[in-house]
């Protein structure tokens, strides 16, 4: 494999720019010159040279017939995947036990720290007894936060000092949440201050901080780690078994982002063992243990800054973007709906009306690409509450059934256990047999499969919840009910493994779409975008919370379900066309276009002036 690498990475491709750092020495051949420099060298002077008998381009037949492959993942790819997991562990680990936390009393009979009494296996663990609505809304809130804040973290970045410094702030303001964690939370959580009510001071500390910690980082790692894959072209090349393949760049960011978002769900996982540490041993262990797992990540940054590929902060792409989007409003009169509402701004367009401007072609077409992008985003809102349900649903449901000494939280965890074995299975057999059968499963038709099993998810989470309904003693009052359903928490896992397997779907083609269609300096804040879109989730839960009450609980599950598959009609409507345009777009691609439209304009005028001396 890491001979795979050198070759893979010896190249400097066409869009690799002066704003790159690539510290490390790797000898590489000069084709003009024929002598050997280091790639940091080669970097450093952009050079715009690009070895086409390493990377020869294919021919449209080519592109055509050719069977598609990715190309092979860079090592500090791999390095960064494992940043996000120790991150990610902290994360989930913290949040996982967040609602028990806040919705229950300490359980009697317990150790005082929140674990349950032994005998009593169906119980579950609690502390400060705020109950399911006050548990849902500080949880909603916390979702809210952690994904509004990569916003600003994006901008930080994009404009003001580069992803991966922001990756680094990020994570010291997550460590010092979990410092608080460990050195007051894990206080607060012993059972004298828990049981002298004093347990929410730290925990609402640490909570705010955390969100603030993650939404700085969240949105800064995706576009870095496919930085790493420097030669983002199509070419052509020869496997031992004589097979000529294409390889291309949608397919390899594709793989590297659903090798990313295993990496992110394996993280998740760790969160399987804090929800038992919490029924257990309580709750100063279970928020102690992550904090342990995020202290892995300054040393993992620390070992890969001089050996990762980071990319210097420039604001004018967003600026830019801004003035584009201001300009097309102004032209089209505010009507977005407009067929010209791009066309309008052309620089070939406005040059026929006498205005030159600063911007390209491209520059429209990055702007037009990131809007289409933005819409197919707002999609993502409803198709959340589906994934796992509202607020504390799941939870909430898992506790009135019998769970035979499993946490009830324990079914929610199982998401990330479903993403982490359906993520190779989809990436090394599916994907490769649809190609080889030259079945094209596009980006809309991903998306859509995704929300068509988050709608069956919900439909599920219904039938589930009625039957709960019937079978618990209190009947339709199952969630303040001492007693429990005789149904078992494990019909459970339909529910949550359909929802994780659509985020295969939704979520990683959604990163795809974020960093293909931006320009190359705006990819953190499409990326922060996309993330808001959970926010926006969020704060629909935030609505939602007063509905999930007893007796009410089946709509929690089915009105989303029903939203959605509304939802996912009008998103094939509008959007299935995004199948068919290119995934990546290049300067070099406008220029021909540019050229033509200029000497198209120039004739027109010398038609005029031949008239006019006529």
């Known amino acids: 494999m890491a001979a795979n690498h050198v070759e893979a990475e010896n190249v400097v491709g ?58 092979t993942v860079p090592w500090t790819a791999w390095t960064l995947c494992f940043v996000e997991l120790a991150e990610r562990a902290s994360y989930y680990g913290v949040k996982a036990v967040f609602n028990n936390f806040l919705q229950f009393p300490l359980p009697e009979g317990g150790n005082g720290a929140g674990a349950i009494d032994p005998s009593k296996p169906n119980s579950h663990a609690g502390a400060l007894g705020l109950g399911l609505q006050t548990a849902s809304a500080l949880t909603l809130l916390f979702t809210f936060l952690a994904y509004v804040i990569p916003i600003f973290g994006a901008w930080w970045a994009d404009t003001k000092i580069g992803r991966y410094p922001a990756i680094v702030y990020g994570v010291l303001i997550g460590g010092v949440a979990h410092a608080n964690i460990i050195a007051g939370l894990v206080g607060g959580a012993a059972p004298a201050v828990l049981q002298a009510g004093k347990g929410a001071a730290p925990f609402l500390l640490s909570f705010f901080i955390l969100a603030i910690g993650a939404g700085i980082f969240k949105p800064n790692v995706a576009p870095t780690l496919i930085d790493q894959y420097q030669y983002q072209r199509e070419y052509t090349k020869v496997l031992k078994s004589g097979e000529k393949v294409l390889v291309d760049p949608e397919t390899t960011i594709s793989h590297i982002l659903l090798i990313f978002y295993a990496f992110v769900n394996v993280g998740a996982f760790f969160s399987i063992a804090v929800v038992y540490i919490e029924k257990y041993r309580g709750f100063w262990l279970a928020f102690l243990a992550p904090g342990i797992i995020y202290f892995l990540l300054p040393v993992l940054l620390g070992v890969m800054y001089k050996r990762t ?299 005029v002036d031949e008239k006019k001396e006529g």
């Open 309 to 607: 590929i980071r990319k210097k902060p420039v604001g004018s792409d967003l600026t830019r973007f801004a003035k584009l989007t201001i300009a097309a409003l102004k032209k089209s009169k505010g009507n977005i709906f407009s067929k010209n509402f791009w066309t309008n701004i052309q620089p070939a367009t406005l040059a026929a009306q006498g205005t030159v401007v600063s911007w390209s072609e491209k520059d429209v077409s990055d702007a037009e690409r990131t809007w289409q992008a933005v819409q197919i985003f707002l999609y993502i809102p409803v198709w959340n509450l589906n994934d796992g349900g509202v607020g504390s649903v799941l939870s909430n449901q898992g506790a009135a059934m019998t769970s035979n000494g499993a946490p009830n939280d324990l079914l929610n965890n199982f998401n990330p256990l479903t993403i982490i074995v359906a993520s190779p299975i989809m990436g090394e057999i599916v994907y490769p047999f649809l190609r080889r059968k030259g079945i094209k499963f596009g980006r809309i038709d991903r998306m859509l499969f995704g929300f068509s099993l988050a709608i069956l998810s919900g439909v599920i989470g219904a039938i589930v919840q009625y039957r709960v309904y019937e079978t618990s003693p209190c009947g339709y009052e199952a969630s303040t009910c001492d007693d429990v359903s005789p149904i078992s928490i494990w019909w459970q896992i339909p529910n949550v493994s359909l929802g994780a397997i659509s985020e295969i779907f939704v979520n990683v083609t959604a990163y795809e779409l974020a960093y293909a269609r931006a320009p190359e300096n705006m990819r953190a804040t499409v990326i922060a975008i996309f993330l808001f879109m959970t926010a926006l989730s969020s704060a629909l839960g935030e609505i939602l919370v007063p509905a999930i009450v007893d007796p009410t609980l089946i709509w929690a599950w089915a009105a989303p379900a029903i939203a959605l598959f509304v939802q996912t009609v009008i998103f094939w409507w509008r959007h299935r066309h995004v199948n068919d345009e290119v995934f990546m777009t290049y300067k070099e691609d406008f220029e021909s276009t540019t050229d033509k439209k200029v000497e198209e304009t120039s004739a027109g005028e010398n038609k």
């Open 14 to 71: 066409l869009n690799v720019h002066h704003d790159v750092v690539e510290p490390t020495t790797v000898d590489v051949i000069d084709p003009e010159k024929g002598t050997a420099k280091s790639q940091a060298e080669s970097v450093e002077t952009g050079s715009q040279v690009v070895d086409l008998e390493r990377y020869p381009p294919p021919t449209e037949e080519e592109r055509k017939t050719l069977r598609k492959v990715y190309d």
